[in-house]
């Protein structure tokens, strides 16, 4: 989700092209639309002159994706580039061939399936976008658990450490949950699971885990923070905990009814960015 601003100066108003052509004899205006058309070949020059100010991805080594995969998994991108995906009457392969991947994740990570059931789950366009489906997923079982009982369903939580993604903080803000952050320490730089679980309340909707900190590579205590909260789920009676915490992949939702799943950033993650959902 990114923000964009024109600011206009003289200097930037049109585009220059270094080439000598008749078709780009005059400059083009950068953020109108111009009154002529010209060749798609020297539209193509310009903005592919342009993009070539951009980093080279495959000497990123900040980046939260795979900068490189086997050509054919490119041919088979291309493939499908024009395909609408959200209609899935029209293209029921591909969202076929989508069911499959969830249903290979979830018995990846072992999820509790039986042998006549199948996972439920989505493929989503970032991991950002994947944490608020996944986040209001759980702030409706929340709700919709807090009526059932007749208590105040209004202030939701999330419980986090202070090493998380801003996208936890975004879906705390956009859809009104508090945000509870376990600060880190000297010499401990992801969550502190006795920390984390002193924050849970009746409240608490998810308690997030990250393994491979974005800060660190550094994986968090998820096994210790499962044991924390089946101990306190005991003595307080707020949830029942997750099955298998114990799985491999970034993000980690530990919720008061099942495990919700991200696979995103170093792990199981293309290039596009193709995170997942399995619960």
């Known amino acids: 989700m990114v923000l964009s601003r024109t600011v206009h100066s003289e200097s930037d108003v049109s585009l220059h092209s270094t080439f000598a052509s008749r078709y780009v004899r005059t400059s083009l205006p950068r953020f109108k639309m111009p009154e002529e058309s010209i060749p798609k070949e020297a539209a193509y020059q310009i903005i592919n002159d342009?993009?070539?100010?951009?980093?080279?991805?495959?000497?990123?080594?900040?980046?939260?994706?795979?900068?490189?995969?086997?050509?054919?998994?490119?041919?088979?991108?291309?493939?499908?580039?024009?395909?609408?995906?959200?209609?899935?009457?029209?293209?029921?392969?591909?969202?076929?061939?989508?069911?499959?991947?969830?249903?290979?994740?979830?018995?990846?990570?072992?999820?509790?399936?039986?042998?006549?059931?199948?996972?439920?789950?989505?493929?989503?366009?970032?991991?950002?976008?994947?944490?608020?489906?996944?986040?209001?997923?759980?702030?409706?079982?929340?709700?919709?658990?807090?009526?059932?009982?007749?208590?105040?369903?209004?202030?939701?939580?999330?419980?986090?450490?202070?090493?998380?993604?801003?996208?936890?903080?975004?879906?705390?803000?956009?859809?009104?949950?508090?945000?509870?952050?376990?600060?880190?320490?000297?010499?401990?730089?992801?969550?502190d699971p006795d920390k984390a679980v002193e924050m849970v309340d009746e409240n608490t909707i998810c308690v997030a885990a990250i393994l491979g900190s974005t800060l660190n590579g550094e994986f968090e205590d998820v096994k210790r923070l499962n044991d924390l909260l089946v101990k306190k789920n005991a003595e307080t009676g707020y949830a029942t905990p997750p099955p298998n915490p114990l799985i491999l992949l970034i993000y980690i939702i530990i919720t008061t009814r099942k495990l919700g799943l991200f696979l995103s950033k170093y792990s199981l993650e293309i290039y596009r960015k193709r995170p997942w959902i399995v619960s």
């Open 50 to 191: 342009e993009l070539m100010l951009d980093g080279n991805p495959r000497l990123n080594l900040a980046s939260f994706v795979t900068t490189w995969m086997e050509p054919e998994c490119d041919k088979l991108m291309m493939a499908a580039i024009n395909k609408n995906y959200v209609d899935m009457d029209e293209y029921p392969v591909t969202t076929e061939l989508q069911n499959r991947c969830v249903n290979m994740i979830a018995h990846l990570f072992n999820a509790p399936l039986g042998d006549e059931e199948t996972a439920v789950g989505v493929g989503t366009v970032g991991s950002s976008e994947a944490i608020m489906l996944a986040g209001l997923a759980f702030k409706r079982k929340w709700q919709n658990k807090m009526r059932a009982l007749g208590k105040p369903c209004d202030k939701p939580n999330i419980v986090t450490g202070a090493n998380v993604q801003v996208c936890w903080e975004k879906f705390a803000r956009y859809f009104e949950v508090e945000l509870k952050e376990v600060k880190l320490s000297e010499g401990y730089y992801v969550m």
